[in-house]
Each structure stands twice: as structure tokens, then as C-alpha cells.
């Protein structure tokens, strides 16, 4: 009996071949993994800054346990959990001015693993010359500690992107640890479907009723990655969205209560985010909540919200009761429930899946480059130095036609034409740009009739 006749068989559970294993090449993260060693060649969230007092603090990123501190002197340093005098873990260690002491037998280890002192041994004692504690390069930014986990010289700018310098946006740091693998937090962000059902008609309307409506959806690749375009009737506008993601992991959303009811031109986005593997079976969401009037258009966002394993909207973490997420499931139950790692060759993707196919696909293709010896790709173009990005909502005034699904896949094609390519991409005032030219298009299509 072949596979498929036991698959469209009813009651065939039983007659199952044993579960085949996850796909280790996409979902492994240990070192020297070709995901693992990917994903080390970017700088990672680590934690965020308000997590870090005091005390040191045991963290664990790609399977590996480590000790993040900040010393006296207000600089934060990472280093291998276990001492390297008898290994005692350092997060018992006492912060001082210039580095983390240990409990045990008083090493001192500075922020990048030199040791300073062993206070044991003779004043005249060369040992701490011929011995290096394992440490990471870290940076601060904004609130986020970040890590460089690669090979030292493969060490890139920590990069900025564009979307960090937005009018009048606030970032709020945030995170959220989910107890499976990060490539199927990670490429829910390339699965506009399931803002159509889980999010709206499924349970209830967890963000606003237009998103029930099922979008025509198209998967575009960027010089940095590659962006959703789900483009949507509503009413008299039609509204064009789009999530970007930044490989390998960073992830741009757009307003999360956007509501398709009023005009906005290239309005930017309400979270970036990275998820990063903690090991093979945890992942944790790291970002930025963006507080600006175009992301919160109807006052709804709430900044008090937005901290430690804390957002401020629906169905992002496990600490609600079981059955409250059995009634009223969110994106946190989806995606840890997939299993702790999702087996790939158990799934039936369909056309709706296409995005998670081509992020697979990129990913694939980034970590084998980078497997063979290559240079991960990033995006070359900048723009008043910081990197282009391409994430966005955009609504207009569009009445509907006699052939509509057509029109509306029409204007999602062409705005996301002007959003992606073209040469104003390096120029200082490229969303000036952009939004001219959307605009333009916009009051083209209000002169044409049918
Ligand atoms: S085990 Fe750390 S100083 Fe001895
Ligand atoms: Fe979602």
C-alpha cells in the first residue's frame, strides 16, 4: 500500500509510517549547524537592558549557556557560564568596576574574558596571562543588549535600519519566550492567511474586521529579504499592506489595529523584531513596539504594556488560562502547538503557504552560501546611512470596478513596485519620495473609470 492511499484513507491513524524527523538543516541552531553558523553571523538580541540589574543574569542563546553582566563601570559583557579556575557558573558572581568576580575562588573576568586578577595565587603569578574565559562581543542600542555569536572576523557593522529613525516614534523594547523552534515564530510573519482566520474569523475579531476579509496575496523578494503584499477590498479604499522580513531573522509588522478605514500613504511599522534561538526547542521574540501617530491612528496602543514576556496586544504569550486559549486562541498557541520543532514533512502546504516556502527557500540558500564558505547577503543600499526597508500600510480611495479582484491586484502590484524598486531607494529622502509617487498613482486612479 503506497503512502498517499493510507493518507486519503478515513480512520487511517493507526496505519501511520512513524513520524519522520524535523528538518535539522533549517531548525538546528547548535554551533557548527549551517543554520546555527548562519544565524552567527548577525548581531542577535540577547536580552534587554531593563533585565539586566545588579546581578548577573543566566541566559542560554543557540543551545549555548552563558552569563550576561554589566560591570560597575556601566559596561554589559557575556561570557561562558562556567568558570574556567573549576567551574563554578558566574552568574554567582559579584559585579565589580571592570568586570564579573567569581564566587568560588575570586577570578576576576573582564567583559571580554581576559582575566584580571587570581587573587589565589602568588602577586608574581603568570597564570592569568596564559588562560582566556570564552566571551562575546556585545552592543547596546536603544534599550536592546545584542551579540555578535560568529567568528571574530566575520564580526559586520552593527547595521541600522531605517525604520529606527521614524517622525516622532517612541521605541519600546519587548520580549517574549516561546517554548518551540524559532523558525516557525520567525515565518509566521510570511503567513498573511492566518491573519484572515486565527486572527479574525475564527475566535473573534482579536484586531479589526477588515482583516477577515481574504487579501490577494503576493511574496516579493527585497535586496534585504523578501515582503508579504496582501492587498485587500474594503469598502470604497483598498488597502495594500505589507510585513518585511530582514534575513536571516529580523521581522517588520505594521500598524496592528490598522483598520483599512482611512487614507495613509507608506505609513511605517508598529514592531521590529527579531526571534532568536535560544536552543533547538525555545525561541525568544526581541524588539521594539514603535509609538508613533501613523502606528496608532485610534489611541489603542498601550506603552505600559510592552516590557518583559509583555505586549501590548492579543495572543502573544501562554500566561492566559488553558481555556481562555482553547476558546480564544492567539498567535502564541498557533505556533508553540505546531510541536516543539514543526516537522516540515508532515505539512501539506497550499498556495496560501507560499511565503513560508520562499522564506524557507532564502534561508536555504543564505545558510548553505555561508556553509561553503561565502558571505551571507545583506542589503547594499543605504539610505541617510541606514538600510532601506520595506514594510508598510497604505490605503486608498478606490471604489470598486466591475472586474475588482483584478483592480485590487493591480494597485497592490504597482504601489509595492514603487515601494521596492526604484532608484529613489538611496536617496536621503526616499519615504518623501515614495510617498509622492503612491500619492500620484492614487489621484491617477481617481480620474479613471471603468
Ligand atoms: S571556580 Fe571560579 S574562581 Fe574557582
Ligand atoms: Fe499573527
Redesign the pocket.
Known amino acids: 500500500m503506497t503512502q498517499k492511499t493510507i493518507l486519503i484513507k478515513p480512520y487511517s491513524a493507526y496505519e501511520r509510517e512513524r513520524q519522520p524527523a524535523e528538518n535539522a538543516e533549517l531548525t538546528h541552531v547548535e554551533k557548527g549547524s549551517p543554520m546555527g553558523e548562519y544565524l552567527r553571523r548577525f548581531w542577535q538580541p540577547v536580552a534587554l537592558s531593563t533585565e539586566l540589574g545588579e546581578l548577573p543574569k543566566a541566559v542560554r542563546m543557540f543551545g549555548e549557556d552563558l552569563v550576561l553582566f554589566r560591570a560597575k563601570n556601566g559596561k554589559p559583557g557575556l561570557l561562558e557560564k562556567h568558570?574556567s579556575?573549576?567551574?563554578?557558573s558566574l552568574e554567582f558572581g559579584i559585579c565589580e568596576d571592570e568586570g564579573l568576580r567569581?564566587c568560588?575562588?575570586?577570578?576576576l573576568f573582564g567583559v571580554d574574558g581576559t582575566i584580571l586578577e587570581t587573587p589565589g595565587d602568588p602577586p608574581d603569578s603568570q597564570l592569568r596571562f596564559n588562560v582566556c574565559h570564552g566571551a562575546y562581543p556585545l552592543h547596546e542600542y536603544r534599550g536592546i543588549i545584542f551579540g555578535y555569536f560568529g567568528p571574530p572576523q566575520e564580526k559586520p557593522e552593527f547595521p541600522l535600519f531605517d525604520t529606527y529613525a521614524i517622525d516622532d516614534d517612541r521605541l519600546v523594547p519587548y520580549c517574549l519566550t516561546y517554548p518551540c523552534n524559532w523558525l516557525q515564530v520567525h515565518e509566521n510573519v510570511m503567513d498573511p492567511a492566518h491573519a484572515v482566520f486565527l486572527h479574525t474569523r475564527i475566535s473573534f475579531t482579536q484586531f479589526a474586521e477588515a482583516w477577515g476579509e481574504l487579501p490577494d496575496m503576493d511574496f516579493v523578494p527585497t535586496p534585504a529579504g523578501m515582503i508579504y503584499v496582501t492587498t485587500r477590498r474594503w469598502k470604497d479604499k483598498v488597502w495594500v499592506r505589507s510585513n518585511d522580513i530582514i534575513l536571516p531573522n529580523l521581522a517588520q509588522v505594521g500598524h496592528i489595529w490598522e483598520d483599512g478605514q482611512d487614507d495613509k500613504c507608506f505609513a511605517r511599522v508598529a514592531i521590529t523584531r527579531w526571534t532568536t534561538p535560544i536552543d533547538n526547542q525555545t525561541c525568544r521574540i526581541i524588539g521594539w513596539r514603535h509609538f508613533h501617530p501613523d502606528a496608532d491612528p485610534r489611541g489603542i496602543a498601550d506603552e505600559a504594556q510592552c516590557g518583559v514576556e509583555s505586549v501590548d496586544f492579543f495572543g502573544q504569550n501562554g500566561a492566559r488560562p488553558y481555556e481562555d486559549r482553547q476558546r480564544m486562541p492567539g498567535d502564541y498557541d498557533a505556533q508553540v502547538s505546531q510541536r516543539p520543532i514543526a516537522v516540515h514533512a508532515l505539512e501539506n502546504l497550499t498556495r496560501c503557504d507560499r511565503g513560508v516556502a520562499m522564506l524557507r527557500q532564502l534561508l536555504r540558500r543564505e545558510s548553505n552560501k555561508v556553509a561553503q564558505g561565502g558571505k551571507p547577503s545583506v542589503s547594499p543600499l543605504r539610505t541617510d546611512g541606514a538600510t532601506p526597508t520595506y514594510a508598510h500600510d497604505t490605503v486608498i480611495s478606490a471604489p470598486p470596478r466591475e472586474d475588482d479582484a483584478a483592480f485590487i491586484r493591480e494597485v497592490g502590484k504597482t504601489i509595492t513596485g514603487i515601494v521596492v524598486r526604484g532608484e529613489h531607494h538611496e536617496a536621503a529622502d526616499r519615504d518623501r519620495q515614495v510617498r509622492a509617487r503612491i500619492e500620484d498613482y492614487a489621484q491617477s486612479l481617481a480620474g479613471t473609470t471603468v
Do not use: A, D, L
Open positions: 568558570c579556575h573549576r567551574g563554578t567569581c568560588y575562588h575570586g577570578w
